[in-house]
């Protein structure tokens, strides 16, 4: 991810310029009162929350980004927006372009993170039964960018997983001809070991390369697995991703989806 920066959550002129445009227009004012918070101000305080894991009313007032309920308003109407996913598609395209998504082979893998409290999509833990959980799925690409990400409850099996994050991964333009959104091959762990699978992976022109149960470790993925592993890292990097504290469920996605829109970014800025 490169160096890391003082105030991460602070928007670059960059980074602004492709979000300003897909942000919906807000709605006139219902009465009178304090001008509106900056969009850009806004999403400061949504990234700050987002890296340091601070709750939304303890957000300090003297940075400028607005009450912890402004930010958390945008971060809701945002996401009900597609805005984070739009922005993805963006920055995607933008690698694509310079020839930086490598659909040679994709890895796919989840983990498991506590949820503070119960609520749609936690389950079950499956290292403490009386608690719920959460697992974050993800799929990248062979050089570890994020191609698409869902959140499920703790106890949903990892191969459940397998062809939602692939019909999530999105149309990647950016070339000339038509948009790509399948990889060559797909690499995975035994959790994912299963015949049905594999034959869907081979109708969809996808090579399986999945480890089998019983197999000496090592086997299948091999030295490609440590590609999901790092994003994965990278990802509960931003400590509001570390535990659940939302009890709704989209707001939690939506953490998801701006926190692999930023990894991305860092990738755009590295590669293009």
Request: glycine share 10%; hydrophobic share 40%.
């Amino acid at each position: 991810m490169g160096k890391r920066q003082s105030r991460p959550w602070i928007v670059s002129d960059e980074l602004g310029s492709l979000i300003e445009p897909l942000l919906p227009t807000p709605g006139p004012k219902k009465v009178e009162g304090r001008s509106r918070v900056l969009d850009r101000q806004a999403l400061c305080g949504i990234l700050f929350v987002l890296h340091t894991g601070i709750q939304w009313e303890y957000l300090p007032q003297e940075l400028g980004f607005g009450s912890g309920m402004t930010c958390w308003r945008r971060l809701a109407a945002w996401n009900e927006a597609g805005v984070w996913h739009q922005l993805h598609v963006v920055l995607l395209e933008k690698l694509r372009s310079k020839n930086q998504l490598d659909w040679e082979r994709a890895v796919i893998d989840s983990s498991h993170v506590r949820a503070a409290r119960r609520g749609p999509k936690s389950g079950p833990s499956p290292v403490d039964r009386a608690r719920p959980g959460n697992k974050h799925h993800l799929i990248v690409d062979g050089q570890g960018i994020p191609l698409a990400v869902s959140l499920t409850g703790a106890n949903r099996n990892d191969v459940t997983q397998l062809l939602p994050l692939l019909d999530k991964t999105p149309a990647v333009a950016g070339r000339v001809g038509r948009p790509r959104r399948r990889p060559d091959a797909l690499l995975a762990d035994h959790g994912y070991d299963h015949d049905k699978y594999r034959r869907l992976l081979w109708q969809r022109g996808i090579r399986p390369v999945i480890a089998k149960r019983g197999e000496p470790h090592g086997t299948a993925p091999g030295i490609f697995r440590y590609i999901v592993e790092r994003t994965i890292a990278w990802l509960h990097g931003f400590r509001r991703l570390c535990i659940r504290w939302e009890r709704h469920d989209d707001i939690h996605a939506a953490f998801l989806g701006l926190a692999i829109c930023v990894i991305t970014h860092h990738h755009v800025q590295q590669l293009c």
